[in-house]
């Protein structure tokens, strides 16, 4: 039994609640937040076994697993550096840090002490990965060559989007999924990477990136965080394409041939949450006495993180503190 442990009782940490409820051989063990009666009321409502009202506190016990790190942006760092140093395993919600230096930083201070740390990106751990990749594989819509993607939430409402303090922008939140998804079905290889931003109270709120994979292959792709967008991919290849609807958590997969004839219908399997194939993932490493999930190695964190730096620096956007 993996005894899970939570940082931070938000929105997020009900989600990964949910989940491990539905998990066989994992425990919710531990919560904490900066305010102990929420820890013990959330601990309460999910079942978490102990509550606490720091993080230092809760990284002093001995019976933790795996710690899953579910606070703003800006404390991903922070909280991660104490998970590791406390001597624990560590899950991190994305968008993993806020840049590059950060992200090096503690992948170094993992490898060093021999514990696993990986990016709770999940949808490079769930089986519709596989679904499309064998898709492609099967020739089905010949050589692939292009993609287009987008994703966007009406979040007016949600401060820290709107706040360069807390690395607020749809880039982090939400485009850093159409970047994942662009490598993995292009490759984690090098590409030409463009882009522009529309920008409002300092953050961007919509953005478009064009990759370019060694003049071969082309993805282009928009985020939004003031507006809805139907999130949905699609795949074009010489003999015919698919559409993937929801990028962010793929229900469907259709396949259509050159004559625009819809040939094969794919559902993805009926899931927990979505984030239970990370959490499995993470045991499943720990049972091999590994340190990297096979589904995100570091190196591919590192390199989406040094592409998002990229793009804010091709906008002029800096976080507070960077220099």
Not at 146 to 155: F, K, M, Q
Not at 183 to 208: L, N, P, Y
Not at 296 to 305: R, S
Request: some cysteine; aromatic content about 8%; glycine content about 6%.
């Amino acid at each position: 039994m993996m005894k899970m442990a939570v940082v931070g009782a938000g929105a997020i940490a009900v989600k990964m609640s949910n989940t491990i409820a539905g998990l066989d051989n994992v425990e919710a063990y531990a919560i904490s937040d900066l305010s102990l009666e929420r820890a013990q009321a959330f601990a309460k409502e999910h079942n978490f076994t102990k509550a606490y009202g720091s993080t230092e506190e809760m990284l002093a016990d001995e019976n933790i697993d795996l710690v899953y790190i579910a606070v703003p942006n800006t404390l991903h760092y922070t909280c991660v550096k104490q998970a590791l140093e406390a001597g624990k395993n560590v899950l991190c919600e994305k968008p993993f840090c806020i840049n590059t230096k950060q992200t090096k930083e503690v992948l170094a201070l993992a490898e060093e002490k021999n514990l696993l740390l990986t990016e709770a990106i999940w949808t490079r751990y769930m089986p519709s990965r596989k679904m499309i990749d064998d898709i492609i594989k099967s020739g089905k819509i010949g050589e692939v060559t292009s993609l287009t993607a987008n994703i966007g939430y009406e979040l007016s409402e949600v401060p820290r989007i709107w706040d360069t303090k807390f690395a607020g922008g749809a880039l982090l939140d939400c485009g850093i999924y159409l970047l994942h998804f662009a490598r993995m079905i292009f490759g984690e290889r090098e590409a030409k990477v463009t882009s522009d931003a529309v920008m409002k109270s300092g953050v961007d709120m919509c953005s478009s990136i064009t990759m370019n994979f060694n003049n071969e292959q082309m993805a282009t792709m928009q985020t939004n965080v003031h507006a809805v967008q139907n999130r949905n991919g699609s795949i074009f290849g010489t003999k015919g394409y698919m559409e993937i609807t929801n990028i962010n958590n793929p229900e469907e997969i259709k396949v259509f041939d050159e004559e625009y004839n819809q040939i094969e219908h794919f559902i993805v399997p009926k899931q927990i949450t979505g984030y239970e194939y990370e959490v499995l993932a993470c045991q499943r490493t720990l049972t091999n006495g590994e340190t990297e999930c096979e589904e995100i190695p570091h190196a591919e964190t590192i390199k989406v993180m040094e592409i998002m730096d990229g793009i804010r620096d091709s906008w002029g956007y800096k976080f507070p503190g960077e220099e």
